[in-house]
């Protein structure tokens, strides 16, 4: 009796040390995941953030307005953004100003 009952005392503490180890493994997983959607959440945000603030650059740029261009900081140097679009187009009408003056001139 005595033989049986300090098997059954061993197989009980056995068996909660399996219990333990398997926890403790399941939590570990179950951090990591959480680290890991976590970490993919603020991922996904930064993406979207970038993607929003490249198109409102986009947007401001193609406003064409060649004085002021848009302000584009990052650390300490600032740079005025205009997109070329908006230069060509500019210096298209500045030829076809002067043709037009031109043409005038010799009339």
């Known amino acids: ?9 061993l197989l009980g503490i056995l068996l909660l040390g399996a219990i333990s180890y398997i926890g403790y493994g399941q939590y570990g997983k179950w951090q990591q995941n959480k680290q890991i959607t976590a970490y993919a959440t603020f991922q996904q945000g930064a993406q979207v953030g970038v993607y929003q603030t490249v198109g409102q650059l986009f947007t401001e740029a ?23 679009e908006c230069i060509a187009a ?13 043409t005038g001139e010799q009339q």
């Open 1 to 9: 009796m005595e033989k049986q009952t300090t098997i059954i005392i």
């Open 62 to 84: 193609l406003k064409c307005d060649l004085r002021n261009g848009v302000p584009v900081t990052f650390q300490n140097q600032t740079i005025h953004v205009v997109a070329l």
């Open 90 to 102: 500019q210096q298209q009408a500045q030829q076809q100003q002067g043709q037009q003056g031109y």
